[in-house]
């Protein structure tokens, strides 16, 4: 069954979430997941894939918009059910994904903003409903 972490940050904006998407994705990278990142619309994972390309300079975390050469790994997409990945889903989107279930473990990046909290609160409601592994992960400091 899909297990489920909500990664509580404690600033708002649109910034620190792909921030922690980022951090998200390059620390399962490191450990051997593939990634899928379901961003909210083509800008924000135009956005993402820009912030990866120099997220961390030491290192190289190879992805690229689901669908384009490259996005083996690590893929960012928007609006559609992703092909090739049930590894790891890092959702962006405010709502819960009607494809999750497919995955081994689905992150929910939670931030100090009045939508996001209400959206991510709503979503907690309907993992918890159904019987899923609920994790809360308290990110200080990010």
Known sequence: MTRVGFYVIQQAGEARRLQVAARLADKAFQRGHRIYIHARDQDQARALDTLLWAFRPGSFLPHGLAGDPGSDLVAI??????????????NLQLQVP???ARFHRVAEVVTQDEASLAALRESWRFYKARGYQLE???LSGV
Do not use: V
């Open 77 to 90: 997409g928007w609006g559609e059910e992703p092909a090739g990945h049930d590894d790891l889903l890092i």
């Open 98 to 100: 009607a494809f999750f």
């Open 136 to 138: 809360k992960h308290d």
